[in-house]
Nanobody, 115 residues
Framework: QVQLVESGGGLVQPGGSLRLSCAASGIIFRIESMAWYRQATGKQRELVATVSRSGTTNYADSVQGRFTISRDNAKNTVHLQMSSLQPEDTAVYFC?????????WGQGTQVTVSS
């Protein structure tokens, strides 16, 4: 059974940092891309960052320079280091994993940036 388990969300003050993690298990095919998306209340889900198997990264303009995505291919994990967080970063963050045949989503973890 495929599972994507996310962790690391929570409440943080503006300017603070958080590190999200996502561990994938039960996937028998090679994982190609891994990514983080987010969805704020009343808004559409949007791409935050992606990382290819070879380590190539891409970021949304809104998080460029503040967030860093990384992955461990041996452990099938992906991380999102978030710094200089702002209230507009408040959202549910979702892990997304893509194999040659399927896409899998995590259940989401809440990130709230508030003073």
């Amino acid at each position: 059974q495929v599972q994507l388990v996310e962790s690391g969300g929570g409440l943080v003050q503006p300017g603070g940092s958080l590190r999200l993690s996502c561990a994938a298990s039960g996937i028998i095919f090679r994982i190609e891309s891994m990514a983080w998306y987010r969805q704020a209340t009343g808004k559409q889900r949007e791409l935050v960052a992606t990382v290819s198997r070879s380590g190539t990264t891409n970021y949304a303009d809104s998080v460029q320079g503040r967030f860093t995505i990384s992955r461990d291919n041996a452990k099938n994990t992906v991380h999102l280091q978030m710094s200089s967080l702002q209230p507009e970063d408040t959202a549910v963050y979702f892990c997304r994993v893509q194999t040659p045949t399927r896409v899998y989503w995590g259940q989401g973890t809440q990130v709230t940036v508030s003073s």
